[in-house]
């Protein structure tokens, strides 16, 4: 059972460790991309945010062994603001409110998050692991 639960964890430390490489790799891209053109938007400071955020969550997972339920739906809200941002001219009335009603519904959702973590705070595992959302 050791042997299975001992490559499974070395697979998850790879595959973050790709997450990791493959992040970096797309935020150094980005930033050669702007000095190229020596000009920065809101769409590219807000995609290289997205990727601090994937870098962030990958730290968080490594140290405490638990995934934050809160990041994935902060990185989705920018991810949908940048749409927004970017694509807004070409975006028809009803694509822009479903964009904008997803984002308010993930806000909705972390507020709920944030309140049950609050009301009702987590304790310690059974594996004594403290599984608090960060």
Do not use: C, N
């Not at 490594?62 to 994935?72: E, F, I, N, Q, Y």
């Not at 009803?94 to 964009?99: E, V």
Request: hydrophobic share 55%.
């Amino acid at each position: 059972m050791a042997v299975g639960t001992g490559g499974i964890y070395l697979l998850e430390v790879l595959g973050l460790l790709l997450i990791t490489i493959a992040t970096i790799v797309a935020g150094a891209q980005e930033v050669q991309r702007m000095v190229a053109e020596a000009q920065v938007t809101l769409g590219d400071l807000l995609l290289l945010f997205i990727y601090l955020e994937v870098l962030t969550m990958v730290g968080i997972y490594l140290s405490s062994g638990a995934l934050p339920v809160r990041m994935p739906l902060y990185i989705a809200i920018v991810a949908l603001a940048r749409h927004l941002i970017l694509d807004m001219k070409s975006m028809s009335q009803w694509t822009l409110i479903a964009t904008a009603s997803a984002v308010l519904i993930l806000a909705l959702a972390v507020l709920v998050l944030r309140y049950g973590h609050a009301r009702f705070p987590y304790g310690a595992s059974e594996d004594g692991r403290d599984m608090r959302d960060g």
